[in-house]
């Protein structure tokens, strides 16, 4: 007990924020052994998700001691790159924020940290989704920025994700230099922390952003389509609505219980569209609104608008809506770009379907995979859409590099249009889909675990006796993705690449394992590939896919311990 206590002890004298303070202190005269423990055991890693984590007191929680330790860091490390650089004027560093806890106190630290260490700074105008962030740098040729956001995490929890400049997230060798001078940080009395002397970006910013979400759609396109949309109690709400009136769309009907951000998030267990029973009160509105008209589509971004998810009317299911995977909106949005004639580059990630892929080859452009996260995908030369299944969508990578749930609901509600006009559906263009390229079937096999040894320990599980056969199929290639390729810098994952089987109509398939790089989740991606003669043969093309998927999971899970 002495070392923990000794060093909460020292945390205390230097503590800048009252709350954690007074937290601190009462767990120190309890004598809370454990809890203390858990605190001071190490501090929280800067990596390239940035830092992440519970808001308290101590070095593995996020507070203020740790976000100006990181502001502090992250500024020297910019101030070096200026010295190497020819620009006599200091760089801009934009700040953002969404609606959690300590958000707007993590962001103002921020920005007094980055004036104070010579450099300008630059807070958005209000608490606003990520990809304003992100078109913000590139708008004003920042040298870096900061949004200070758990995006779906739990209410107890809040987030550091940096930008350099050209508004793409860090990758490695960037996010180790950072951290370096994270660690380099002395005593807090000694970072310079003046209380004015930054600036607050008006609104000419957020029109810029809206009038750039327009470019998105084709003049003159069909914009009659009702949606439903909700904010997760998030900050995505007026934003997305703008960008809707704006472009010409009817206003989305909001969520009303969840449009307004709260940093409590009381209606969802997890602010994350994905999330069982996330929906819940968004298909009840759509079935609510829709006694009067016929609601299209529902919309949901996550708490911080990055991402986007969709649903589709469904009368088989006891809601009523069907949530459309990350990959079929993947593969729509693939397919409406296509079709608007779009150059460049197509991109997903290795834990991705590969529909987009085919979709790419077919119409003629080159295609690319990358490691997960659009601090990869971002990366991609000359990239005109990417996206990852987990509801991230870049359709206007020269306005903002990183995933986009407002730009994606725009894009979404423009093909849902012009598939009304002509009597279809976008189930109906999946189904297209499936036809031409193949039924490519996706699902998840996601564990959450409070001891994270215990994804450790089914890592080396399946590295020390990889599976040799799963669902039936047998594994051609197990690939060990810590080793790195040609095309893939290294990353903790593993990569099974299945046989096909004529007999049960499968073409091929797929398994990728890897932690979470954001939640203490362990995380497997399953895809099987099913030929389809024609329409008719479809239901049973999906009857046989969801079979081999649950057998996935079944003798995945076994494989793993899990």
């Not at 758990?150 to 400049?165: E, F, I, M």
């Not at 951290?179 to 209380?195: E, F, M």
């Not at 009840?284 to 009067?292: F, K, L, Q, V």
């Not at 809506?321 to 993947?330: A, I, Q, T, Y």
Request: aromatic fraction near 4%; glycine fraction near 10%; charged fraction near 25%.
């Amino acid at each position: 007990m002495s070392e923990p206590i000794g060093r909460a002890r020292a945390w205390l004298d230097e503590d800048p924020d009252p709350e954690t303070r007074e937290e601190l202190a009462k767990l120190i005269e309890a004598g809370d052994g454990e809890e203390l423990s858990a605190r001071f055991s190490g501090t929280l890693q800067f990596g390239t998700a940035g830092l992440r984590g519970e808001l308290g007191a101590g070095p593995m929680r996020m507070n203020l001691a740790v976000v100006i330790r990181a502001a502090a860091g992250l500024a020297a490390y910019l101030r070096e790159r200026e010295q190497h650089g020819t620009d006599s004027a200091p760089g801009l560093v934009v700040v953002g924020y969404d609606a959690r806890y300590k958000s707007y106190d993590f962001a103002r630290e921020t920005a007094s940290v980055m004036t104070g260490a010579g450099l300008r700074a630059a807070l958005l105008p209000g608490p606003l989704p990520t990809p304003v962030l992100a078109f913000a740098i590139r708008e004003l040729g920042a040298v870096a920025g900061v949004m200070v956001t758990a995006s779906h995490n739990p209410p107890r929890d809040n987030g550091y994700k940096v930008y350099l400049g050209g508004g793409s997230q860090i990758v490695p060798p960037a996010d180790a230099q950072i951290a370096a001078r994270i660690d380099a940080v002395g005593p807090l009395a000694g970072v310079p922390r003046p209380a004015s002397g930054w600036d607050v970006l008006d609104g000419d910013l957020l029109d810029g952003y809206l009038a750039r979400t327009g470019a998105v759609l084709t003049e003159g396109s069909p914009r009659g389509v009702r949606v439903v949309h909700t904010a997760l109690h998030g900050v995505g709400s007026a934003t997305l609505d703008a960008a809707f009136r704006r472009a010409g769309f009817p206003a989305p009907v909001q969520v009303a219980g969840q449009a307004e951000p709260d940093p409590d998030f009381p209606t969802v267990a997890f602010p994350n569209p994905e999330e069982p029973g996330a929906m819940d009160l968004a298909f009840a509105t759509a079935r609510e609104a829709s006694a009067s008209e016929p609601v299209d589509l529902v919309i949901a971004n996550d708490p911080d608008a990055d991402r986007c998810a969709v649903a589709v009317p469904d009368a088989t299911s006891a809601e009523g809506w069907r949530m459309l995977r990350g990959d079929e909106v993947g593969a729509l949005l693939a397919t409406h770009l296509v079709h608007k004639r779009a150059r460049g580059t197509f991109a997903s990630t290795i834990v991705s379907s590969s529909l987009v892929s085919r979709i790419a080859r077919a119409a003629g452009l080159p295609y690319e995979e990358t490691l997960t996260g659009f601090k990869w995908l971002a990366r991609v030369e000359n990239l005109r859409y990417g996206y990852e299944e987990a509801l991230g969508y870049c359709v206007d990578p020269d306005g903002v590099r990183d995933k986009d749930g407002v730009t994606a609901a725009l894009l979404v509600a423009e093909l849902a249009a012009e598939l009304k006009q002509a009597d279809r559906s976008l189930t109906d263009l999946l189904d297209d889909l499936a036809v031409k390229h193949g039924l490519h079937a996706t699902d998840q096999l996601s564990v959450r675990v409070e001891d994270l040894s215990l994804i450790s320990a089914a890592m080396r599980r399946l590295r020390s006796d990889p599976p040799k056969v799963l669902a039936g199929l047998s594994v051609l290639a197990a690939e060990d993705l810590a080793e790195g390729s040609e095309s893939l810098p290294p990353t903790d994952g593993l990569r099974y690449r299945l046989a096909g089987d004529p007999e049960a109509g499968v073409e091929q398939a797929r398994v990728v394992v890897r932690p979470s790089g954001t939640e203490p989740k362990l995380k497997c991606y399953l895809e099987a590939v099913l030929p389809v003669r024609d329409q008719a043969a479809l239901a049973g093309a999906r009857s046989r896919a969801a079979t081999v998927l649950a057998a996935l999971k079944a003798d995945l899970a076994a494989a793993a311990g899990v």
